[in-house]
């Protein structure tokens, strides 16, 4: 896989340069540019479409949880921040890492790993057509996981990790990835989220309580506020 191109953007001059010496001593990135000006970095990201940001989160004019929501949709963000209470929020854009200041560099080469997870898998995705895609490739303890489609029951988010439940299997798979990216992942025919912690197989819905409960293989899951109007819209074409 060639390097990941990628942007580092702080408005702290010292920490641009360490992260710059990062990127330099980590073959698996090639560094485009960085930027202490968030606006700055934002024109940038637009006209050069990296793959990867390394963003700062408290930043005058723009901070980097606003930045994140205008990238584009194949840019993925690693949040560095001297700021953890930030960790919870990262999770629910497209951030594939939260890197906490004073960053070390094998944290910073964990969320690279990462990074080069999800674009591997992206790439075998784009290889299959949405019509002829049957099974997807999972990262677990370290190897690639064929998992069928008509196998999910649902997936569960736990911060920066995904359970997959199977119809299959009693435990599920456990891999390094967030909701968005499950989200982007799996055919929005076959699957909806239902929550900001589920997204569930629409084949494997028994039934529908009048609460909002759903019974998907041995769970009762629960569909929350904010996707009642999305699950509604797609009960309602089957009446």
Known sequence: MRPLRCIV?????????????????TPQLHLVASFNDPVEALSAIRSQAPEL?????????????????MLPADTRVVFTTAFKQYAFESYEVSALDFLLKPIRYQKFLEAVQKAQEWFALKDAAANQAP??????FLKVEGVLRKVDLAD???VEGM???????????????????????????LPPQSFM????????AL??????????DLKVGPALLHVSDAYHE??????????
Do not use: C, N
């Not at 953007?9 to 001593?25: G, I, N, Q, T, W």
């Not at 019509?131 to 997807?136: F, G, M, P, R, V």
């Not at 989220?193 to 569930?200: A, D, E, K, L, N």
């Not at 999305?230 to 009446?239: I, Q, T, V």
């Open 9 to 25: 953007v702080d408005d702290e001059p010292l920490a641009v340069k360490m992260l710059e010496a990062f990127v330099a001593r």
């Open 53 to 69: 940001v390394f963003l700062d989160i408290q930043m005058p004019d723009l901070d980097g949880m606003e930045l994140s929501r």
């Open 131 to 136: 019509s002829e895609k049957t099974a997807i």
């Open 152 to 154: 999910i029951l649902y």
């Open 159 to 185: 911060k920066d990790y995904v359970m997959f439940h199977l119809s299959s299997a009693r435990e599920p798979l456990v891999t390094h990835m967030t909701m968005k990216a499950v989200e982007e992942l």
């Open 193 to 200: 989220r239902i929550h900001r912690s589920y997204i569930v």
């Open 203 to 212: 084949s494997h819905i028994s039934s529908v309580s009048a609460g909002g």
């Open 230 to 239: 999305a699950f509604d819209a797609y009960l309602a074409a089957w009446r």
